[in-house]
């Protein structure tokens, strides 16, 4: 449960983090913070703006022309604000220091020197992130979380001092030595945080009420309190800077702090909002929230003012500003500036109406006050004008004398280490906010350095540090309305330097009472708890929620019970923030252990038909994968894995591969694994041995590994541990599926073009690719359709590798007809086309009303050379009136790509067929049918339809002004169209394939439109004998005398055609009603009917053919089969008499290896020799291959649901194989053709 840093809307090529680089094979966009338990908008409380609120503008930054008012206004108003904020931030420091500061300074040093701090922090930071910064209208400065860690090392400095003072008192109270007149301060409980009494006699501590936790300092003690607190300061500001600027520099901003878990994080900030409130009882009652000063807020002292009245106005202040805030109102920056304002206002108006007095008021604590102003008042005074330089002197005075106490520096660090980390992960979380809320794009190494360079300057000038905050590059864009001028932030820079310059800064403090300071902070303290402590219920794990309140808890208990009661010098040593920073690294290891060990969740392991690429494929390809599925499998393993989880893992591979080879033969296991790695975030050695393990026992099972790792760092490992060796690796699982997905195709077509061996198979083969591209079918439940359709709606593009095309205002349909093509999206992803598939898709249905939303295309790259059909959405519309059947059929081809290519798609396997009834067997041919094989003496036509359509293609492939086609033409325009729909044919394999055809029938090398149309009627009709057209008419006629009002349909068609005895499991029906009812009008006619039975003759004649290739098949194989038997004989006989192994020649076509004889023999041995269907043992027969190509060839082929025999493991080791009875039969081979081929 690391954190993870975000980064919202990329834009295409924008950078994420430099340690991780962004090319178009890793676009990825990391998950939100808020996933983990943080809000990546609301580290510190003041910070928790909504993102999607008022403060976008609904312009991301980009005014055209922001004018100078509103650049000037958005400075002003950030400065209010930002100055208010200072006043609180310099309070939380320096106002519970007030009663311990040195009184020979003058003037006093207090909160006005500490606004002062915070000014010089914004001045340099603003100037550095409008110099440099990747966005010049973030304004940098300091914020409250690196306050609190100032605030705890002052307490850390007075307390150090007054261990020291109390030792030295100690000792001169039991010397006797303590002089009358010398000067002494004891700090306490009540009364701006510490109580003072300097007439009291510093040796009798026990008359006061809080003697048991006063601090006693003396006068050199006091001397080194500022200078020792701004030293540490300093110190803490260069730690900061260095933790900045080193991260950066290393480019491990991301990686670095990701480290701290989550809920460490959320418990750390609970515990930061826990002291923030702790502060404002501070600031705004004089008392430390501690067990025993609670009853000490009922009581009244030496002030008037009861205690609990300006609390309970700050509780409600910070209350309702969060509560408005939250709900998101109003403006934040007009919220801010109202609840700013406002109760000022109405306070003054209610002083004013009492007749209250300034130094009543003072008197009585409602105001923030100094013990002494350094010119006649000695008790609550107001604040006067400062020497701006007065803190760089003291810095740098200090120095080179004895007024820095060093051995109160080492007891900060602890203070300074966690302050850097935890005001890193501040920076970092802001960084990712603005970038949304801004809508920019940042180098977050780069800001992370500029931070650092800055605070180290502002260090260097005693100023607090400078890191871009949020809150206010919200507030400058809604006002200045850009985020592209650096104006409001050098203005913002320039007037915070010239208050600093001025001194003035006192003057405002004295008009800002201490409840609306304390309720500013009030309003930073509940927004760390409630989102913290409430809304992390909603992002966390219980385990992890269950860890940010333990921490709170006992943040708590040690604040407010133990630490009091602790030795005094040890106090410092062991904050309360220490302490649970410790304990919830403990707490979440043991949540690591538990949840990892026992309670991860296992690896899981995806078959290939729920693990689709991005790759938009044509639907061939698409089926061919559904059947494969079961090829190849994804497992998935998440998180850190150490040795326990890479054990786990390696023992559930283990037993998934025992169990596919129990019930699986080896032609249907795995050939492909890939490991998905991607969200895998380290792995330590041990855990690598394991992978070791993994890489042998898939070599030994002859599987191919497949790593996809997103982690450098874990690639890195693995190359240097040469477990890439014998393996693919991608950077991506997309790119891994892809591969595998290529790799699977490209085995189905070296599998299917070993069935051409047979020349009448590779004759009904090629004569079925022209079929396809000639196809004019456009039935709505058909998948696809030939793209020669499209071609009069369309023209033709050529793109060479690297070419743009698909803008964002592109409503163009694009139809890949050759190449590769990557298409981006709107959300930085990005897929790839292949051969046969449509892009751009979603610009042309949101145009036509088919598609809701924003198109989510935005541009698309050629990535090999490729030819492209280009159909304009003008086109599109104007097809879908004038032929409304083949636009019709376009949208919803559009439609059915557009779903089964969206994310998570799966692949429906291709379901088995139900054979238990005998109806999927062939039916043989009779009556009518078989009389029609007779004879041809009658021409049938093709339709008008037809005639009509493969005219517009004819008139497509011609030049400009000519009659005739070329040949070379023609064979190009086949090549490109068969490669459409997945052909691996050549140019020169089609042009020895048109010429075999005999289309040119006079031979001159050209075709005419005479000659085409011939062609075609050849290529999809046989013709009949003519004494049997009458009986065709009758019988046509009384078909439709059964129901005369109704249409012909294909359901009516299908009847008549079985009625006259065609063999229906053979031919495919909806290809010849889509065929011969070309105007898709769902009625077939007398003429078109007649041309389908041309067609059903024409299938006839191809199904009797394959019939007699299958039957030569198993002749062949029979053949085989005899020879082998009566080799296995002779080399029995031969065991005696070696000489006689060169009688044991084979023909060519038999094998040359007795191994895979044998082979043969054994699987013949498991099947009937006499049997109708292929099997294994047959295509090794006939086909010279090995076994496993031959099952792996059944398999793809055979259409039935087969039993298998289940083996042990004993069987398994004595080398017994699964018997698995599969064949095919003719049905299935003729399907093979039109699937695989």
Known sequence: MAVSIVQHDIEEGAPIIDDYPFDNHTKKILPDISENGSNSSNINGVDAFHENGESHDDHHGHAANPSYKSLIASSVVCFIIYFVFCIVFSSVVWDPLNSSLDPNINPPFGVAQGVGINLMGIAVGSVFFAWKSGCKAIIAGPDLLPVVFFAEAGTSVVTYLAASSAQALRSACADGAVADDAHHRFLGGGGGGYAADASADPCDLFHRHLAGDELYLDETSISKVVPTTLVAMMIGNLVTAMVFYGLG????????IGCIPASVVAGFLTCIGYKVIKLAVLITTGYSFKQKYIKNLGLDYWHQNDPWLPLTLAMVYGLALYAFKHMHIIST??????FIFGPLILFFIMVAATGTSMEYLRETDWFLTQARDGAGCTQNCAFVFVNFWQTLQTVYGAFGSNLVAWGAVPRCI????MGAVMTSLDNMLKLTSSEKALGIDLNYNQEMKLGGKATMISSFLAGSPAYGQTKFNVINLSIAGTSESSLPTLLLGGICLLVFLSGAAGNIINIMPRFLLGGLCVFAGVGFLYENLWEGRKKMNRASFAIVWIIFLVNFIWEFFVLQNLPKDIQPMVPGLLVVFVLGIVLSTFEFMFAFMHKAKDPSIRCGDVCCSSAVRSDKHDSQLAVMAGWFQVFKVDSFVFFGTANTLYQQLKAHLAEQKATLPKAERTKYLIFDLTEVTGIDSSARDVFYKVHRLLKSEGINLVWAITNPKVGEAFEDQGLYVGAIYFDSLDLALRHVEDELLRKAHHLSEKWLVNQTVRDIFQRQVLVNVFNISVRAEEKSFASSRLRPWSKIITLSSGDELCGDDDDNLYLLYSGEIQVQERDGSHFDCFTGSFFNLDHVLVSVGA??????????????????LVVSRKNFLLMQKQDSALGQKLLLTLLAQKEANRPGRTRTRVPYRDSSDGSDEPAPIHGVARKLLAGDDYKISLTDAQVERFSEVFDLIVAPGETEIPMDAFSRFVSMEARLLGSTLSHEEFMELIDKSGIDEDGDGSLTKEEFLTFLRGLFLADIPSKEVESLRQAYDEAVAVDPDALMNEVRVEALFKELGFDMKSSNIGDIVGAIDADNDGDVDYDEFLTGIGMMKKQTILSKQLDTAFSNYMNQSKAAKRELRRRSTLESDSQAAPNRRSLLTLNKKAFQSMGKSRDIMEQADLEDEEGVELTASDLMAF????????????????QDEVEVDRIDAVQ????????CHRSIDRVEFQQLLRTWS
């Open 249 to 256: 520099k290393a480019k491990n901003t991301a990686s670095v």
């Open 333 to 338: 920056d007009k919220l801010i500036l109202a």
């Open 414 to 417: 602890p203070i300074f280490i």
């Open 851 to 868: 598609l809701a939303g924003l198109p989510a295309t935005i541009g698309a790259v050629a990535t090999k050379d490729s030819t492209v």
């Open 1183 to 1198: 086909l010279n291959i090995e076994r496993d190509e031959a099952e792996e060839m059944v398999f793809l082929a055979d």
């Open 1212 to 1219: 398994e080791l004595t080398g017994i194989n699964l018997n």
